[in-house]
Nanobody
Framework: QVELVESGGGLVQAGGSLRLTCAAS????????MAWFRQAPGKEREFVAA????????VYADSVKGRFAISRDNAKNTVYLQMNSLKPEETAVYYC??????????????????WGQGTQVTVSS
């Protein structure tokens, strides 16, 4: 079982940038597909980005393509989410998630077995 701890959230003005970090406890970190999701108040949790085990196949939600970048460092058991040109409607709790069972990246929450506690991102207008 892996524990995930997110950090890097905070308050930023519209158009600004933040970099989220998710640290994993499992030394077999490279066995996991990693993803970021977000959940705004009163809304369902939604897919943001995911990355393959090797790190060479990122997948993004259409709404963040060209502005967000997911990456991972398997030597450091860490996945990152660089967020640029942030918008007020992207205010949400951002969650890191890990999947060890499936062979391909999924955009669905049910495909991920492990979740972090979330980090708040607030984008002011």
């Amino acid at each position: 079982q892996v524990e995930l701890v997110e950090s890097g959230g905070g308050l930023v003005q519209a158009g600004g940038s933040l970099r989220l970090t998710c640290a994993a406890s499992d030394r077999a970190f490279s066995d996991y597909i990693m993803a970021w999701f977000r959940q705004a108040p009163g809304k369902e949790r939604e897919f943001v980005a995911a990355i393959s085990r090797s790190g060479d196949s990122p997948v993004y939600a259409d709404s963040v393509k060209g502005r967000f970048a997911i990456s991972r460092d398997n030597a450091k058991n860490t996945v990152y989410l660089q967020m640029n040109s942030l918008k007020p409607e992207e205010t949400a709790v951002y969650y890191c998630a890990a999947d060890i069972e499936y062979r391909v990246i999924s955009r669905y929450t049910w495909a991920y077995e492990y979740w972090g506690q979330g980090t708040q991102v607030t984008v002011s207008s």
